[in-house]
């Protein structure tokens, strides 16, 4: 009397979880290489020198323009201290101030590219300029 048919079973895929991948040795190879932005010492024949890369720091423009009472306020000293307002750290500026002139190109000096500065002499670099410019002579700070 009845007909059995038979129906197909309807199987769903199960799905794929994608596998972790291990990292290889060429990746981490690949992450040792990167350039990093610390002191980085350099030999060129007998003479050694530290190049660290600082770019020259540019103005950066804010939104806020300060009211001439402001203006006045900052260039007299008033106001509290401790950082965080607008502009370069002292130690930037100075810093900057250091490379930039002319006069120290023979012990300290921008890299060819602009980008990075040369302490072509570290002796008369603590010698002579960090304690023009820093409250100390030590080369490693």
Not at 54 to 65: A, N, S
Not at 114 to 119: D, I, L, Q, R, T
């Amino acid at each position: 009397l009845f007909a059995y048919h038979r129906i197909p079973a309807f199987t769903q895929p199960s799905p794929t979880l994608p596998q972790p991948v291990k990292p290889t040795r060429s990746d981490a190879a690949a992450r040792l290489r990167k350039p990093r932005t610390t002191p980085i010492l350099e030999a060129s024949g007998n003479a050694r020198r530290r190049s660290v890369l600082l770019p020259p720091t540019q103005r950066i423009p804010t939104v806020h323009d300060p009211s001439p009472l402001e203006e006045e306020t900052a260039m007299e000293g008033g106001g509290a201290g401790g950082g965080g307002g607008g502009g370069p750290a002292p130690f930037l500026q100075k810093t900057y101030e250091m490379v930039e002139d002319s006069a120290t190109d023979e012990i300290v000096s921008w890299s060819a590219a602009k980008n990075s500065f040369v302490v072509w002499n570290p002796p008369e670099f603590a010698r002579v300029l960090l304690p023009t410019y820093f409250k100390h002579n030590n080369f490693s700070s």
